[in-house]
């Protein structure tokens, strides 16, 4: 769809080690990479600048199994909010974009931070509900289990309101980019 473009945020191989599912979430952007493709619809990769000696320069690449592809575009960010500081939102108004479909790492960060800006910024948005992860975290930790915090987060999104915008949460097989959005 002419209005729609996919995002997908900060899946570079680096982040992905030790998170929740990572296999199967690539998997699934992969796919729906694939369709946006096929559809016409805009694949937008936002990657995270990581300063990190210890970090080898390929493992802070976007992983090889949802490589962008030659008409793809490619973003630089230093936060967690995809749009602050680059050029995402005139990049998505230069095409006519008015619903973003989000994937990526990590949830609650990254994911939720570009998702609630989307919003914001006047998008409608899709939350693709199998499509994000987030790192593991030992039994001990205070904070919530990854799996935890995806149910968390989906359910939230799937709740939350932003006067005149549309918020849809879809497992990733449930996003049509053929259709018009409900």
Known sequence: MADTA???VDL???LLIGAHDAEGCLARVAELAGRARAA???VVYLRQRVDHPDIPAELLEIHPAVAPRPGDTVLEKDSADAF???PLDAVLRERGVRRVVVTGAATEY???STSRSALSHGYDLVLVADG???PTRPADSPLP???QVLVHHNAVFATIVYPGRTIRVLPAAAV???AAPA
């Open 6 to 8: 996919l995002l997908i």
């Open 145 to 147: 289990a990854a799996a």
């Open 110 to 112: 990254c994911v939720d």
């Open 176 to 178: 049509d980019f053929t």
């Open 132 to 134: 994000h992860t987030t």
């Open 12 to 14: 570079q191989s680096a």
């Open 40 to 42: 016409g619809v805009p």
């Open 84 to 86: 602050l500081g680059t």
